[in-house]
C-alpha cells in the first residue's frame, strides 16, 4: 500500500510539474484585444440560425486598441505616416466578392489595410502582403489601391479602435472609429459567386 501511495504521489508530481511547464507556452493577454468585424454584420450568427438575407461580403480582422486617456492623433498616431489600422499585427480585410473603390475594382481576395491619417482626410490603403506586424514591413510596391476619404469630429470620443460596416444594398460604408475621429470608406460589392 505504501507503494502504491508513493507512485501515485510521484504520478501527481509529474502531472502537475509537465502542466506547470506547458504554461509557458500559452501567451499572455495583448492589451489590445483582437476582433472580427463581418459585413453584414453579425454574420456568423444569422448564418447560424438560419436568417441571412444578405450574402458575405467582407470580413476585417484587427486589433482594438483603447484610447486610455491618451491623444490619439497627431501624438500616438502620426499625421502623414503609414499605421497599420489598430494595433500589432496589420489590420487585414477579406472580400468574398470583388469590389469596386471608386472606380477601382479589386478581386475577392485577403490584403491588408493601412491608413495614413491627416487632420481632414486619410489615405486608406489596400496592400497584397499579408500576415505581417504593424507598417515596419509595409512595402508600398506592394499597394493594389489608394484612396483618400474624408474624416469627421465626433463629439463623444470613442475608447476602443472599432470597425463596423453599413450595408446600403451593393453599396458598403466601412466606418472606422477611434478617438474623437470617425472615417468612412465607401466601396461597392459585385454580384459574383
Partial sequence: LFMKQKAIGLLCFLFTFSFVLGQDKIPGIDKSSLDISYCPANYPILKLKGKLKD???ARVVYSRPAKNGRDIFCDLVEYGKVW????NEA???????DVVFGKTKIKKGRYSLFAIPFEKKWTIIL???TDTWGAFGYDIKKD?????VTCESLIQPVENFSIVFDVMGNKVNMEIYWDNVKAVVPFAYLNNK
Avoid: C, H, W, Y
Fill in 55 to 57: 450574402p458575405l461580403i
Fill in 84 to 87: 497599420r489600422l489598430g494595433a
Fill in 91 to 97: 489590420t487585414e480585410i477579406e472580400f468574398f466578392k
Fill in 127 to 129: 496592400n497584397k502582403e
Fill in 144 to 148: 493594389v489601391l489608394r484612396m483618400d
